[in-house]
């Protein structure tokens, strides 16, 4: 399996932008899929996952109801919108996929997001 993450740039504090994570090679295999992010210094953090089961989401208590994670099935696509931006969201975002039995086992390149105040 291989994830193709893209859709980073730089944006004002209250704009959005879109990230997406394509997956390819084996991709039946996968069971949900998820963002992460690393900003300067800090450790990388859960950002917001789908399981393909419902599909049900989740989110980071830092990000709920700004962001919205989905799944384009026909694509093998999942989507990190991202509204009302903050400098604080500022990091390389990361997605990873659940491949096999295995949880958060495949991870793609990261894509960065830079938000300006």
């Known amino acids: 399996v291989q994830l193709q993450a893209s859709g980073g740039g730089l944006v004002q504090a209250g704009e959005s932008l879109r990230l997406s994570c394509t997956a390819s090679g084996r991709s039946f295999s996968i069971s949900g899929m998820a963002w992460f992010r690393q900003a300067p210094g800090k450790e990388r953090e859960f950002v917001a996952a789908?399981?393909?089961?419902?599909?049900?989401?989740y989110y980071s208590d830092s990000v709920k109801g700004r962001f919205t994670i989905s799944r384009d099935n026909a694509k093998n696509t999942v989507h990190l919108q991202m509204n009302s931006l903050k400098p604080e969201d500022t990091a390389v975002y990361y997605c990873?996929?659940?491949?096999?039995?295995?949880?958060?086992?495949?991870w793609g390149q990261g894509t960065q997001v830079t938000v300006s105040s």
């Open positions: 789908i399981d393909w089961s419902g599909p049900i989401t």
């Open positions: 990873a996929a659940n491949v096999g039995l295995g949880r958060y086992n495949y």
